[in-house]
């Protein structure tokens, strides 16, 4: 059974940092991209940033050179770095992965941005 938990997911002030984890089970981690989306109140889910089976990196411009994506395949567990937070940041992230023709989703993680 593939499941995904994500965590680290806090209240922040803008301009501050998190470190958001995903743990993986019950897939070959190390054989699949992954991906970091997000959803605000109100507004879609939408792509964040997004690693391949070699470690290339795919990033929305919003995030481009704040956020880093990264993956430790022996422990199956995928990362994002955030820094210099924004109050736009604010949303559920969620880690994702698709197998075949079907998309995994975690529960997500709420990062609020606010002062």
């Not at 938990?5 to 991209?33: H, I, K, M, Y």
């Not at 975690?106 to 941005?113: A, L």
Request: with cysteine.
């Amino acid at each position: 059974q593939v499941q995904f938990v994500e965590s680290g997911g806090d209240l922040v002030q803008p301009g501050g940092s998190l470190r958001l984890s995903c743990s993986t089970s019950g897939f070959t981690f190390s054989t699949n991209a992954m991906d970091w989306y997000r959803q605000a109140p109100g507004k879609q889910r939408e792509l964040v940033a997004g690693i391949g089976i070699g470690g290339n990196t795919i990033y929305v411009d919003a995030v481009k050179d704040r956020f880093t994506i990264s993956r430790e395949n022996a422990k199956g567990m995928l990362y994002l770095q955030m820094n210099s937070l924004k109050p736009e940041d604010t949303a559920v992230y969620y880690c994702h992965t698709t197998l075949g023709f079907q998309e995994f989703w975690g529960r997500g993680t709420q990062v609020t941005v606010s002062s």
